[in-house]
C-alpha cells in the first residue's frame, strides 16, 4: 500500500462505512443486507487453527525462505509451500487480477474484469493489476469460482490459514463498484475458507473492521502500515491481538523503535523492505520488536 493510495481511499471508505453500518440496522428481506449477512452454518462449528496471539510475524510474499528463530507466524503467497512448524497464512488476490495473470484474465474471463468506457480498468498505483468487476450476483459467484480454487489449494498445501487482499478495491474503482459487493464476495471467500478449515483475515478497510468481522466472518486482520496511518487501533479494537502488521523501511512514522513503543502497535509487528525480498538478498530486512 502506499501513502498516496491511502489518502485516496479515505473518502470512500468513509461513505462506505456509514452505509454498511445502515444496512446492517435494516429490517426486511427485500433489503440489500440480506447478501452480506452470512449464512447461520458459515459462522457456527467452524473449525480452523486459532491465531497464535503474540508470535512473531514474517511477512514473505516475495519469496520464502526459512523464518528466523522466534517467529510464528508466516505469511507466504498461494504459489508457495506453507513453512513448516509456523501458523502459515496463504496470500491470495482477490478482488483484482494477480501480476503476470491479468492478460489471461481478459483473454478467458473479460466480463469479471471491470471495464470504464470500454477498457479495462488497473489499479490507478498498481497498472499491472485489473479490477475485479463485483457489481453483481452472478459475477460474484463467478469470481467465487477461480478464487475458491485457490482458497482450497491453500487448504490442500497445509496453511492454517488466508488473506484476502484488495478488499477495499471499490475505493479505487472511480465509483464504478460498491462496498456492498465487495464486502458480499468477502463473505463467500469466508464460508469457503471456513469449510476448508481455515481462519480467514481481514485485509485493507481499517475503518470498517467492526461491520467486516460482523457481516463476513472474519477471524484476524493482516495491516500493512497501520502505525504509519495511525490506524492500528481499528483493528485491535476488533480483533485484540489477532492482529499482523508490516511496516516498511522506506515509509517509517518515525523510527522502528517508536513503532515497538506505541501501545497501539499489535504485537505481531515485523518491518520489512518494500519489495520484500528473500532473505540473503540485497536490500533485504527483517526486524521484528
Known amino acids: 500500500m502506499r501513502a498516496e493510495r491511502h489518502r485516496a481511499r479515505i473518502a470512500a ?21 440480506d447478501h ?17 496471539a503474540g508470535a512473531g510475524v514474517d511477512y514473505q510474499l516475495g519469496g520464502a525462505y526459512p523464518p528466523a528463530d522466534g517467529v510464528g507466524i508466516v505469511a507466504r503467497d498461494s504459489t508457495e509451500e506453507p513453512a513448516a512448524g509456523v501458523w ?6 482477490g478482488f483484482q487480477t494477480q501480476p503476470g495473470e491479468s492478460e489471461e484474465w481478459l483473454a478467458e474471463r473479460p466480463e469479471l474484469v471491470l471495464h470504464v468506457d470500454g477498457e479495462p480498468f488497473a489499479d490507478p498505483n498498481w497498472p499491472d493489476e ?17 478464487i475458491g480454487s485457490i482458497i482450497d489449494g491453500c487448504s490442500d498445501a497445509g496453511f492454517q490459514a ?7 478495491s471499490f475505493s479505487r474503482s472511480g465509483d464504478q463498484l460498491a462496498a456492498e459487493d465487495n464486502i458480499a464476495l468477502a463473505a463467500l471467500f469466508a464460508e469457503r475458507a471456513h469449510a476448508d478449515g481455515m481462519a480467514i483475515g481481514q485485509k485493507n478497510a481499517a475503518e470498517l473492521s467492526g461491520d467486516l468481522k460482523r457481516t463476513v466472518g472474519f477471524d484476524f486482520a493482516v495491516s500493512e502500515e497501520c502505525h504509519r496511518f495511525e490506524e492500528c487501533a481499528a483493528y485491535t479494537d476488533v480483533y485484540g491481538s489477532s492482529v499482523i502488521d508490516i511496516e516498511y523501511t522506506d515509509d517509517l512514522r518515525g523510527s522502528f523503535a517508536d513503532v515497538c513503543a506505541d501501545p497501539t502497535t499489535p504485537p505481531s509487528v ?20
Open 270 to 289: 515485523v518491518l520489512r523492505d518494500r519489495d520484500l525480498l528473500p532473505s540473503g538478498e540485497p536490500g533485504y530486512v527483517f526486524e521484528t520488536c
Open 88 to 93: 502459515s497464512i496463504c496470500y491470495v488476490n
Open 130 to 146: 485489473y479490477v475485479l468487476d463485483t457489481s453483481t450476483p452472478a459475477n460474484r459467484l463467478a469470481i467465487m469460482g477461480v
Open 13 to 33: 471508505l468513509a461513505t462506505a462505512a456509514l452505509l454498511v453500518t445502515s444496512l446492517a440496522a435494516c429490517g426486511s428481506p427485500e433489503d440489500p443486507v
Open 162 to 168: 488466508v488473506e484476502i487482499d484488495n478488499l477495499d
Open 36 to 52: 452480506l449477512r452470512l449464512p447461520p452454518e458459515a459462522t457456527t462449528g467452524v473449525s480452523h487453527a486459532p491465531f497464535p
